[in-house]
């Protein structure tokens, strides 16, 4: 089990799921099937290479894993956090002006 291997397949599984869900064209639908397939090879890849490995080593890397994902994770909700601070009173006046011309009814 690779760290580094499982890693990059993350990141790519992470850029290819973005692509497809924000991005309506099919040039972004092939980046995303390319990086996605990517991804799974890089998995394929750290399962092949902690075969070789000591049960320490793999140990440590399932830590070193599990820290990266756990700083993903805390990094996203702290941007939600900060992001949502900073636009709560634009995204409320746009809401109002909305509903103020009739364009949109929202029930927050």
Known sequence: MC???????????L???SFIA?????ISWILSII????????????KKKGKNMSQETKDRNKKT?????????????VTVIVFYGLT?????RMHELLEKHG???HEH
């Open 103 to 105: 364009i949109e009814k």
């Open 22 to 26: 924000v991005v309506n064209h099919p």
């Open 88 to 92: 709560y009173k634009e995204h409320q």
């Open 35 to 46: 990086l996605i397939s990517y991804a799974f090879y890089k998995f394929y890849e750290a």
């Open 65 to 77: 894993i599990f820290r990266f994902i756990q700083g993903v994770v805390v990094g996203s909700i």
């Open 15 to 17: 850029l290819g799921g």
């Open 3 to 13: 760290p580094i291997c499982y890693i990059s397949g993350f990141i790519a599984a």
